[in-house]
């Protein structure tokens, strides 16, 4: 098991916006949370990256418990995200966007040093990752002036420069165009085949996310209502029910 | 003894700063503008209260005649200067209010503002009045009253009225505003107005125990922004809370450790709150 | 401000930007201009006790730019730490040693270790929150000179400061206090420069820019804002310090918000983030407030009304205006050719 998670709760006022979760996620799968609109999804996804801490509950990681761990320490050993709306640093060079990941990776953030061997091979390690996403000879490009579907590719391409284990993403195909969800979808599947990392997905795409999965887990109200593999979940009559009560957005 | 003159005297503070942190929380709430010309707001009201008065107006016509004024100017201001960078990122429209308050800061030195005025108490309002054994001024009694008068005025107002429920809308969400059909152009001026009317009422109102000065605004702002942290930003209900605890805070200071360390005090409160409560004392102050 | 961080981030990319050689040559003629002042200006010793203040000016204009340049926090109180290092100078050279090599590390040091357990708190704030409060500090150091006005004079500013000395050599002539300011400058502006290039300074570009997805790639976002700030913080009051120092005394006024306002405008004016601009808007700044208040007591409706207009009509500063001129007409000589 790669990602715990046991008892999660976290409430916002009267709302429990995820009640007394628990799940788990292999190695090298592909495990998506879906639900309906305000099912609390998002809210486990914040729980998960630090972006929110837990009133109850613990989550551990490779056996280490890393309950209410800041998305600094997280990104410290190997647990990246990408951002539904997308988030790059759009007003510096396709490379430079990933070199900084690379560059926190390697610890080197309040580094005062500048060695020219260390950037070459940190602009070496950019480039194959930036040419892994298919965003080879954009890399001197602005960022923010990339079409939006690369910029989705490049938003993967920082999270992949932590050399993760997992990453989690929130939502990768909202908003894109049909060709684009495709590159998604495709880029998803290499990083575990190719890259051997699990995957988190939250998405609303149901279609996608049965097409691409191994395993889901679906949520309602804050709770889990059904998990397994999408055969047995499509077939599953709570989530039949979740769906036909209205606002799934399929 | 001392003690309770004091909580007294705070408690007229606390009453200005409300009225003034109002319309900071105000226009922060519905426009996510950090005004720092607001204390220059105070000023003009305070200067244009004693001139007024000089011109032989008798005070209640002043008290309405300044706010008036200075809130169509500042209605102008919105509308000829802040409606230009709407869509900028915040920080441009911090700096720009910070220019506006130079550059009124300037206007009031050349109309007189490098003296300090004084402003007349009215007849009717001068001496001392005993309460439960304690002797308070008449007029900080009446500045206090007005002061609370108008805050629940504004209140209510925000509460009952149409307009009232535009600025709760915006506030809450602007998007959402949009959604409720809202001419967000308008509203901004007549928030900015109302806004500015508020700051010059208590410019006028405090004229004659602060005096009038181009600079007199200046450590009102401190402590209206101090009031707006404590009680959380945008939060209107914690700047009431707030508004008295920095007016008790700074008369006590001042009484016992003397004027310039109450406010270090102050700020070294401030700087503990927020270490323990980021959004302030009813934690719906904005984090982003 | 976005045409001149293109600018800026090309140059990181290290890409071969074709605009970059006048560009150069351009600054090297100025810095030279700039060192062999005292040789053009022998007739006039004013003249080059204004170049001083503005070098001077310079200097705290870079170090505001050290902060709202490389991170985007904004402060509108900077005056604090000029104003701290100008007290705790003129104190230390009165009361303890007129060695200007004690003097000036003893109150960056006090300035940096003050800045770093007040930074602490401020820099955890959200941008709107941290300004506020920044202006605030000003107001508390301002009225800590009235406080304590026994020993700094109070109103009246601190006055008296011995001529100081360095390696045991007085320093008392314009010609070498103008060098020794220059030379600060220029060695603080080159320091600006390589911070830029280090992976320090590029983790503190991707806060500025997306504070969220910095955090998220691992870089401690807090701790990296209260690096700046210490640093800032330092250098402004490295400033103060020559200030105080080179002027024989100094008044309350350099903590008072309007002089924040001033050193605000010398980067807004230069345009934020540039490094070099806000050294010319503060020299620019600095000889046009000298010359028009000399003509009118109006200064501060002219200083307001400027203010204003540059943050409405050209937020990237003289340099950002200038930046994109350029990029046009290299963008028209690209398309011509």
């Known amino acids: 098991m790669t990602l715990q998670i046991n008892g999660l709760s976290r409430r916002f006022g009267g709302l429990k916006a995820v009640n007394d979760v628990t799940t788990s996620i292999a190695d090298r799968a592909i495990h998506s949370i879906i639900g309906p609109n305000g099912a609390g999804k998002t809210t486990l996804f914040n729980l998960v990256t630090g972006a929110l801490a837990p009133d109850a509950g613990r989550i551990s990681f490779q056996g280490q418990d890393i309950t209410g761990w800041t998305p600094e320490r997280l990104a410290g050993i190997g647990i990246a995200r990408t951002f539904q709306r997308t988030s790059i640093f759009k007003d510096l060079p396709v490379v430079e966007n990933v070199a900084l990941s690379i560059r926190s990776r390697r610890g080197m953030n309040r580094s005062l040093m500048r060695s020219a061997a260390t950037e070459r091979s940190i602009d070496v390690e950019a480039r194959d990752i930036l040419a892994w996403v298919g965003l080879s000879s954009k890399e001197h490009i602005r960022a923010g002036s990339l079409a939006h579907g690369f910029q989705r590719a490049l938003d993967i391409a920082i999270g992949l420069a932590l050399k993760p284990k997992i990453i989690l993403m929130d939502e990768p195909l909202a908003g894109m165009s049909r060709g684009d969800r495709e590159t998604v979808a495709t880029l998803i599947t290499r990083l575990r085949e190719e890259m051997g990392l699990a995957i988190v997905v939250v998405e609303h795409d149901v279609g996608m996310v049965m097409r691409l999965s191994d395993r889901i887990t679906v949520m309602q109200h804050g709770k889990v209502i059904a998990e397994g593999p999408p055969a047995a979940v499509r077939e599953d009559e709570a989530v039949k029910n979740a769906y036909l009560h209205g606002n799934f957005a399929a | 003894m001392l003690a309770i003159s004091l909580a007294l005297n705070g408690i007229v503070l606390g009453s200005v700063l409300l009225l003034f942190s109002l319309g900071l929380t105000l226009i922060y709430g519905v426009g996510r503008i950090v005004n720092f010309a607001h204390g220059a707001l105070f000023s003009i009201g305070a200067m244009l209260g004693v001139w007024l008065a000089g011109q032989g107006l008798p005070m209640w016509l002043t008290l309405i005649v300044t706010p008036v004024v200075v809130g169509l100017i500042g209605a102008m201001l919105d509308w000829a200067i802040l409606a230009r960078i709407r869509d900028r990122p915040i920080v441009d429209s911090m700096l720009l209010t910070f220019g506006l308050a130079l550059f ?66 915006a506030n809450d969400d602007p998007e959402m505003g949009a959604c409720l059909g809202i ?106 | ?199 320090l300074g590029r983790a503190w570009l991707a806060i500025k820019e997306n504070t969220e997805r910095a955090r998220f790639i691992g870089i401690n976002t807090g701790a990296l804002k209260l690096i700046a700030y210490v640093f800032s913080a330092g250098l402004a009051s490295l400033a103060g310090a020559l200030f105080v120092l080179f002027n024989g005394a100094v008044s309350p006024d350099v903590l008072h918000w309007f002089e924040s306002g001033k050193i605000l405008m010398y980067v807004v004016l230069g345009g934020v983030g540039t490094i070099v601009g806000p050294i010319f808007g503060a020299a620019a700044f600095t000889l046009t407030e000298h010359y028009v208040s000399s003509v009118t007591d109006a200064w501060l409706i002219y200083f307001g009304g400027l203010f204003v207009l540059i943050i409405i009509v050209a937020p990237g500063g003289l340099f950002g205006i200038a930046g994109s001129l350029y990029a046009r007409l290299a963008a028209g000589r690209e398309t011509r050719s």
């Not at chain 2, 008369?251 to 401030?270: H, I, K, N």
């Not at chain 3, 107001?139 to 006005?149: E, G, W």
């Open chain 3, 1 to 199: 401000m976005t045409d001149a961080v293109v600018l800026q981030s090309k140059n990181l990319a290290g890409e071969r930007a074709p605009s970059r050689r006048p560009y150069l040559l351009a600054m090297i003629i100025l810095a030279v201009l700039g060192a062999t002042l005292p040789f053009w200006v022998t007739n006039s010793p004013f003249l080059l006790i204004l170049a001083s203040h503005a070098v001077v000016a310079a200097i705290v204009a870079l170090s505001l730019d050290l902060l709202t340049g490389n991170t985007g926090l904004l402060s509108f109180g900077h005056a604090a730490w000029y104003g701290f290092g100008a007290y705790a100078a003129g104190l230390l050279s009165k009361n303890f040693s007129s060695e200007i090599l004690v003097i000036l590390p003893l109150t960056v040091m006090a300035a940096s270790l003050t800045a770093l357990a007040i930074g602490a708190i401020l820099v955890r704030q959200i941008g709107k929150t941290f300004a506020i409060l920044t202006l605030a500090l000003s107001q508390i150091f301002y009225a800590l000179v009235f406080v304590f006005s026994d020993r700094t004079g109070g109103e009246d500013g601190l006055q008296g400061v011995p001529i100081i000395t360095a390696f045991g050599q007085t320093v008392a002539s314009p010609e070498a206090w103008y060098w020794l300011l220059y030379g600060v400058l220029v060695a603080s502006l080159a320091g600006a420069l390589y911070l830029r290039t280090t992976p």
């Open chain 2, 183 to 288: 001419n967000r152009e308008m509203l901004m001026h007549s928030v900015v107005g109302v806004s500015a009317a508020l700051a010059a009422i208590s410019g006028v109102a405090a004229a004659p125990i602060f005096m009038a000065y181009a600079t007199v605004g200046d450590k009102i702002l401190i402590l209206a922004f101090m009031t707006v942290i404590l009680g959380g930003l945008g939060s209107l209900r914690g700047a009431v809370v707030a508004a008295y605890v920095v007016g008790l805070i700074i008369v006590f200071g001042e009484g016992y450790l003397g004027g310039q360390m109450a406010l270090m005090l102050l700020f070294v409160l401030v700087m503990a709150m927020l270490i323990s409560w980021p959004r302030g004392f009813f934690g719906e102050g904005r984090t982003e």
């Open chain 2, 104 to 169: 009124i800061t300037g206007i009031l030195y050349e109309m007189g503002g490098r003296h300090v005025q004084m402003m007349p108490i009215p007849h009717m309002l001068e001496g001392a009045t005993t309460i439960f054994g304690f002797t308070l001024p008449v007029y900080r009694l009446f500045v206090s009253l007005l002061a609370v008068m108008l805050a629940a005025g504004l209140f209510l107002f925000l509460k009952n009225s149409d307009w009232g429920l535009r600025v709760r809308a």
